[in-house]
């Protein structure tokens, strides 16, 4: 490596490192979502498989509160320093296939200032794993083109093994990975080669834990998520979201250079044909899929998550190998110059905002109902109530607020979902003495007085409500009722709608 080399990528390990550290502070002040508590719980259990998601994002949470214990922080600390082996990846997957360090640079730079990124890395979900699994797969995909050798199919078993133990989006990855080997002439040779085989069963063998516990629950979470991909009725409508969406969480100026880089990447105006068809089978083909589904349902915005390594490289090639006409060039070079500084700003803006609303005069925005702002200050009203009637466990209807409860509650406070119970299958329940004492019902108050309680339970008795508030304004308002006297077994064991 020169000694520019060498600038370039100490440069890019000290931006990144400092795009790191802002998430840190971040996570530090920023209460966790609903979907973080769940994970969170689910990591107090680790099994092969779960209801919602294969096992990965438990994993990824339980190493951090390892380090750092149960508090927010804690369940984000791991997820964001994977940000630095994803950007290892990215900065030499990129250095591969498009021969250039700036490019490298670029690469993992941008992919670290999309809101996808930023974000999706400090907010634990699936697609954090995904995110740094989709890095390496890119990687090894891209040595694999380098060195001619088949020992790194295995590098690619691997990483798409580790793609499919965070999310079965990954199984798309297969697809790609195929067109790219029949549509480029020279890497043919690699369907009649035992490597490519082995690679595939390396891929099998890490996600075998998946299918295991798939197999011993109805394979309840495979038909949940298979499922989303019927159609049912048509449904267009949806497809106007996913530009909008994409552009926000791409942010406007990466956005702008991906979309460029991949036009020139399809009007073959730069790279080598290999490196050409494998950036646009790695975003084409998760993209189709998601227009096909966004025909009947809506497609979440980071559900995209898996083709972003690959459109961060089209951005940074976008930025520094194509000559394009003077208008566009002028466009590429505004993107390159600020798209930097713009990401960081839409993180810092973004997260002030979910912290405190006041960027939006403490109104309503997206954020409010997700992140748990509010909820300590709730958890410690529901306690007090609890102690003072003398509830032996707390009930919820839903996952989230089970979830929230559970994690601001006192350790060790008896806390369950009523009813979904297939979402909790690999955890204890509560004991026969904790259910058969008085139980504190928490829901959100518009619901009434929660009928659908009242023939279950010989008596149910209001004991008051809790706000849940961001600054003035109250998010929602908690009804807590009191039950007693249960009829029938506390607990709906209902088998879920998959399995019906």
Same mark, same amino acid.
């Given at each position: 490596?020169?000694?520019?080399?060498?600038?370039?990528?100490?440069?890019?390990?000290?931006?990144?490192?400092?795009?790191?550290?802002?998430?840190?502070?971040?996570?530090?002040?920023?209460?966790?979502? %609903?979907?973080? @508590?769940?994970?969170?719980?689910?990591?107090?259990? +680790?099994?092969?498989?779960?209801?919602?998601?294969?096992?990965?994002?438990?994993?990824?949470?339980?190493?951090?509160?390892?380090?750092?214990?149960?508090?927010?922080?804690?369940?984000?600390?791991?997820?964001?320093?994977?940000?630095?082996?994803?950007?290892? @990846?990215?900065?030499?997957?990129?250095?591969?296939? $498009?021969? =250039?360090?700036?490019?490298? &640079?670029? =690469?993992?730079?941008?992919?670290?200032?999309?809101?996808?990124?930023?974000?999706?890395?400090?907010?634990?979900?699936?697609?954090?794993?995904?995110?740094?699994?989709?890095? %390496?797969?890119?990687?090894?995909?891209?040595?694999?083109?380098?060195?001619?050798?088949?020992?790194?199919?295995?590098? /690619?078993?691997?990483?798409?093994?580790?793609?499919? !133990?965070?999310?079965?989006?990954?199984?798309?990855?297969?697809?790609?990975?195929?067109?790219?080997?029949?549509?480029?002439?020279?890497?043919?040779?690699?369907?009649?080669?035992?490597?490519?085989?082995?690679?595939?069963? /390396?891929?099998?063998?890490?996600?075998?834990?998946?299918?295991?516990?798939?197999?011993?629950?109805?394979?309840?979470? $495979?038909?949940?998520?298979?499922?989303?991909?019927?159609?049912?009725?048509?449904?267009?409508?949806?497809?106007?979201?996913?530009?909008?969406?994409?552009?926000?969480? &791409?942010?406007? +100026?990466?956005?702008?250079?991906?979309?460029?880089?991949?036009?020139?990447?399809?009007?073959?105006?730069?790279?080598?044909?290999?490196?050409? #068809?494998?950036?646009?089978?790695? $975003?084409?083909?998760?993209? &189709?899929?998601?227009?096909?589904?966004? *025909?009947?349902?809506?497609?979440?915005?980071?559900?995209?998550?898996?083709?972003?390594?690959? %459109?961060?490289?089209?951005?940074?090639?976008?930025?520094?190998?194509?000559?394009?006409?003077?208008?566009?060039?002028?466009? @590429?070079?505004?993107?390159?110059?600020?798209?930097?500084?713009?990401? #960081?700003?839409?993180?810092? !803006?973004?997260?002030?905002?979910?912290?405190?609303? &006041?960027? =939006?005069?403490?109104?309503?925005?997206?954020?409010?109902?997700?992140?748990?702002?509010?909820?300590?200050?709730?958890?410690?009203?529901?306690?007090?109530?609890?102690?003072?009637?003398?509830?032996?466990?707390?009930?919820?209807?839903?996952?989230?607020?089970?979830?929230?409860?559970?994690?601001?509650?006192?350790?060790?406070?008896?806390? @369950?979902?009523?009813?979904?119970?297939?979402?909790?299958?690999?955890?204890?329940?509560?004991?026969?003495?904790?259910?058969?004492?008085? *139980?504190?019902?928490?829901?959100?108050?518009?619901?009434?007085?929660?009928?659908?309680?009242?023939?279950? %339970?010989?008596?149910?008795?209001?004991?008051?409500?809790?706000?849940?508030?961001?600054?003035?304004?109250?998010?929602?308002?908690?009804?807590?009722?009191?039950?007693?006297?249960?009829?029938?077994?506390?607990?709906?064991?209902?088998?879920?709608?998959?399995?019906?």
């Amino acid at each position: 490596m020169s000694l520019n080399e060498a600038r370039v990528a100490l440069n890019t390990g000290l931006v990144i490192l400092g795009l790191v550290a802002l998430r840190l502070v971040a996570a530090a002040f920023t209460p966790i979502t %609903f979907d973080e @508590a769940y994970y969170w719980m689910w990591s107090k259990h +680790l099994a092969g498989g779960y209801y919602d998601h294969p096992p990965m994002v438990a994993v990824v949470i339980r190493l951090g509160t390892l380090i750092a214990g149960d508090s927010a922080f804690g369940v984000r600390l791991f997820s964001i320093l994977l940000a630095l082996p994803m950007s290892w @990846a990215i900065y030499q997957a990129a250095a591969i296939l $498009f021969g =250039s360090r700036r490019v490298a &640079a670029s =690469s993992a730079i941008l992919l670290n200032i999309t809101l996808m990124a930023a974000v999706g890395t400090m907010i634990v979900t699936p697609d954090a794993p995904l995110l740094v699994a989709s890095s %390496f797969l890119l990687f090894a995909l891209a040595k694999v083109l380098q060195t001619g050798n088949g020992a790194w199919w295995l590098a /690619v078993g691997a990483a798409a093994g580790c793609a499919l !133990l965070s999310k079965y989006t990954a199984m798309f990855f297969g697809l790609a990975i195929l067109i790219w080997l029949v549509a480029v002439p020279g890497l043919r040779h690699w369907l009649g080669s035992p490597w490519l085989y082995l690679g595939g069963l /390396v891929a099998l063998l890490l996600f075998a834990p998946v299918i295991l516990w798939n197999a011993e629950h109805g394979w309840v979470s $495979f038909i949940k998520q298979m499922g989303r991909a019927r159609i049912e009725d048509f449904r267009p409508a949806y497809i106007a979201e996913l530009i909008p969406t994409q552009i926000a969480f &791409a942010t406007p +100026l990466v956005w702008i250079l991906g979309s460029m880089g991949l036009y020139a990447l399809y009007k073959q105006r730069v790279g080598a044909p290999p490196a050409r #068809v494998l950036v646009n089978t790695m $975003f084409w083909v998760i993209v &189709a899929y998601f227009i096909w589904h966004s *025909l009947h349902a809506r497609v979440e915005a980071n559900w995209f998550a898996p083709i972003y390594p690959t %459109f961060a490289v089209a951005a940074a090639v976008a930025a520094h190998l194509v000559e394009w006409r003077p208008r566009w060039q002028r466009l @590429a070079d505004f993107c390159r110059r600020w798209a930097a500084p713009g990401g #960081v700003a839409m993180f810092v !803006l973004l997260v002030v905002q979910a912290d405190t609303g &006041a960027l =939006s005069g403490y109104r309503r925005d997206a954020t409010v109902r997700s992140v748990g702002v509010g909820w300590r200050e709730t958890a410690d009203a529901i306690e007090a109530v609890r102690a003072r009637v003398g509830a032996t466990c707390v009930l919820a209807p839903d996952y989230g607020t089970t979830a929230w409860l559970a994690f601001y509650l006192p350790k060790g406070t008896c806390v @369950a979902q009523q009813g979904q119970r297939i979402r909790w299958v690999n955890m204890p329940e509560p004991d026969a003495a904790q259910l058969a004492g008085k *139980l504190l019902y928490v829901f959100e108050a518009w619901l009434g007085d929660a009928p659908y309680m009242a023939h279950r %339970f010989a008596r149910v008795e209001r004991a008051g409500e809790v706000d849940r508030r961001r600054g003035p304004l109250v998010i929602e308002t908690y009804a807590l009722n009191v039950l007693e006297g249960p009829r029938y077994e506390v607990l709906d064991r209902a088998p879920p709608p998959e399995l019906r």
